[in-house]
Nanobody
Framework: QVQLVESGGGLVQAGGSLRLSCAASGGRFSSYAMAWFRQAPGKERGFVTHISWGGESTFYIDSVKGRFTTSRDNAKNTVYLQMNDLKPEDTAVYYC??????????????????WGQGTQVTVSS
């Protein structure tokens, strides 16, 4: 069973950048597809981006395309979310999630079984 720990959140002005990291332990990292979700105040948690087990396939929601990039380093058991040109509407708690790659397509998984505790991202206007 894999454990996930996010880091890298913080307060940034609109137009700025942050890079989130999600470190995995307790499992074979390359066996898992990974995703990032976010939950804004008063809203449900929503999908942001997915990356396949090898990193060759990614998928993004429209609102972050061209601004966010997800990547992974299987040697370091870490997945990243580079966020550029941040907007106040990106303010949320960001979570990484994992699922066995066999249960997923290149675009995502029906569900994710493993979750981190989240990291807060706040974008000021």
């Amino acid at each position: 069973q894999v454990q996930l720990v996010e880091s890298g959140g913080g307060l940034v002005q609109a137009g700025g950048s942050l890079r989130l990291s999600c470190a995995a332990s307790g499992g074979r990292f390359s066996s898992y597809a990974m995703a990032w979700f976010r939950q804004a105040p008063g809203k449900e948690r929503g999908f942001v981006t997915h990356i396949s087990w090898g990193g060759e396939s990614t998928f993004y929601i429209d609102s972050v395309k061209g601004r966010f990039t997800t990547s992974r380093d299987n040697a370091k058991n870490t997945v990243y979310l580079q966020m550029n040109d941040l907007k106040p509407e990106d303010t949320a708690v960001y979570y990484c999630a994992a699922q066995f790659a066999d249960y997923c397509s290149g675009y995502g998984c029906d569900n994710y079984d493993y979750w981190g505790q989240g990291t807060q991202v706040t974008v000021s206007s």
